[in-house]
């Protein structure tokens, strides 16, 4: 059923986190127009519910056991093309919103934002538009009038930027979930994004390309 002004936002929150979803659950529930009917601790849990309810949006964080955020949202693309799914994370805007954006999420939120940008955010998403922060708007304005010609490890975020380091510098995946604290699964979906971007085949390439451009030395 698809949300009318006349309903109450109806809205599944994931996160590993309970103090997380307990916490979202009574900001939310302060807000008479929106409701939370179902919580889900990991990407297995969340797409499983999801399959078998009625729902306006999902409110989900990115690094979750069992299937990661970025697995989820391009499932929930497949199968629920229309469902907006909004992001928050512990990560910041200039990290990963631009990527999730990619990958099918209508907008993204760091959990230090206000109860009331949260509250916008839920709210434009269940009407079909994409919520963008204020500084996430200002970062794509300012990328906007920076010089196009990037050499390739220079289109990479923050975050994918690391991660590629850390492999050029002979790190396995394991080593490198462990040292950034996020799942494995999460480590090998940000190398696939970055052989990707970098048009490279493999670790060999990867770190050839790190000592030729003399990210490595």
Known sequence: MAYTHHDKIKIIIADDHPLVREGLVQIISQTPDMTVVEQADDGMELLDKIRSMDLDMVLMDLDMPEKNGWDVMRQLKV??????ILILSVSSEDEYAVECFRDGAS?????QSSL???VEAIRKVVQGEKFISPHLAKKIAFDLGRDTEKQP???LSTREFQVFCLIASGKSVHEISG???VSAATISTYR???LKKMN???NVQL???AFKHRILK
């Not at 199968?79 to 907006?84: G, K, T, Y």
């Not at 907008?107 to 959990?111: D, E, F, S």
């Open 192 to 194: 696939a994004r970055i």
């Open 107 to 111: 907008g993204y939120l760091n959990k």
């Open 200 to 202: 490279l085949n493999g």
């Open 153 to 155: 490890h220079e289109t």
């Open 116 to 118: 009331g940008l949260l």
């Open 207 to 209: 770190t050839h390309y």
């Open 179 to 181: 040292e950034l604290s």
């Open 79 to 84: 199968e629920f093309p229309n469902l907006p």
